[in-house]
Every structure is written in structure tokens, then in C-alpha cells.
């Protein structure tokens, strides 16, 4: 028999996942969460909403990317855009690098204090381990993709050009609105386990 993770608690599985959807998608602190729930006759506090978030958000997040890989896996991937965006954790300039696909659905998200090679490396071998290798990369000019692409043996399957990679530019707007939302992060594992979540919650652009 398949143990499941909701066992322990009396709270319905259908409202845990709608509690920690509404947190990660929207642009919503614990307390509005908590409002929104109660107004729907759901009587919980803002703590039980941090303890779901913080024990099922990741959990819920590897279903939907499983599902999507097996999806992606099966059609032509013709095209990814990557980019990194720029991130302060208490003073220290971090980077989120970002997968996109071109519907603009966030594959993959890895945070970093580097944008040398060996994090492009790292970063560009985990969605192609996961969904398998695009016909065209599109990048910025970091000299870092090139040398990490050089590596891998996919160096003709770059594109760089100012305006190509308008689509992970844009699909980066509803993370950096729920990051204003969130007051920031303080630290680069909150912001590594936000950023994985959000991306598999939130729709294309």
C-alpha cells in the first residue's frame, strides 16, 4: 500500500494544494492567503499556510515537472532561451539562471553566486538530463554558454542575438513580481526552493 504524505493531517488534500497554489502563483502574503481561505468558510492561520508551503510546495512542484517531462519528451524541442537574473540575498549578489522553453514555460531554475563556466555547465546539464536536448539555444553573449557549450559538443546549436531572447526576458516578469510580493529572500536556499516551485505553478506568459 502507497503511503501518502497527507496521512497525519486532517486538512483535505484539495485544500493544502489550493493554499499552496494560491501563495506560490499569486502575488500573496501568508496573511491574505489566510483571508482568502477563511472567506471560502476554511479556518486555518497563516503559520499552517508556511508549514504547508514549506512541506508540500516542492513536493507539488516535482509532480507537475515529472508530468511535463514526460510530455516534453515525446514532441520536437526546437528551441530553449536561457538567461540569469540577477538576485540580492542580504547584500550579495546571487544569479537565478532560467531555462525557457518557446512557449515561454520555465524549465529549469538554478541559483548560483557565479556566472563562470563550470555554473553554466551545471545548469545547462540538468533540463537537458530532465527533458532531453533542444534543436536551438538562444543566450545572451556570456562568454559562459559558449565555453559550456563548447564542452558539451552543442556549440552549433547556440544562437545569440540582442532581441532572440525576448521570451525569457518576459517570462521573467510574474517571478520578480511575487519577489516584491515576499519582501525578497534572505537566504540562497529559499530563494533555490521558491524559484523551482514557482516556475512548475505558474503558467506561460
Known amino acids: 500500500m502507497t503511503k501518502t504524505p497527507f496521512r497525519y493531517f486532517k486538512t483535505s488534500p484539495e485544500i493544502i494544494r489550493l493554499a499552496v497554489m494560491m501563495y506560490v502563483r499569486f502575488p500573496l502574503s501568508l496573511r491574505n492567503v489566510e483571508d482568502l481561505l477563511h472567506e471560502r468558510g476554511i479556518e486555518v492561520s497563516h503559520e499552517t499556510v508556511r508549514y504547508w508551503w514549506n512541506r508540500f510546495g516542492p513536493l507539488f512542484a516535482g509532480e507537475i515537472r515529472k508530468r511535463r517531462a514526460q510530455q516534453l519528451r515525446q514532441i520536437v524541442q526546437w528551441r530553449w532561451h536561457l538567461d540569469e537574473v540577477y538576485m540580492k540575498i542580504n547584500g550579495v549578489t546571487h544569479y537565478l539562471w532560467r531555462a525557457v522553453d518557446h512557449e515561454g514555460e520555465v524549465l529549469e531554475s538554478y541559483v548560483r553566486k557565479t556566472r563562470d563556466k563550470s555554473a553554466a555547465l551545471r545548469f545547462l546539464r540538468q533540463p537537458m538530463k530532465r527533458y532531453g536536448a533542444p534543436r536551438t539555444i538562444v543566450t545572451d553573449q556570456l562568454r559562459s554558454y559558449g565555453a559550456?557549450?563548447?564542452?558539451?559538443?552543442?556549440?552549433?546549436?547556440?544562437?545569440?542575438?540582442?532581441?532572440?531572447n525576448n521570451r525569457a526576458e518576459n517570462s521573467r516578469l510574474p517571478f520578480r513580481r511575487r519577489?516584491?510580493?515576499?519582501?525578497?529572500?534572505?537566504?540562497?536556499?529559499?530563494?533555490?526552493?521558491?524559484a523551482s516551485t514557482h516556475a512548475s505553478f505558474d503558467p506561460a506568459p
Open 148 to 164: 559550456a557549450m563548447k564542452e558539451i559538443g552543442n556549440i552549433d546549436r547556440q544562437e545569440v542575438g540582442r532581441h532572440l
Open 179 to 194: 519577489e516584491r510580493a515576499m519582501l525578497r529572500f534572505r537566504r540562497m536556499w529559499n530563494l533555490q526552493k521558491f
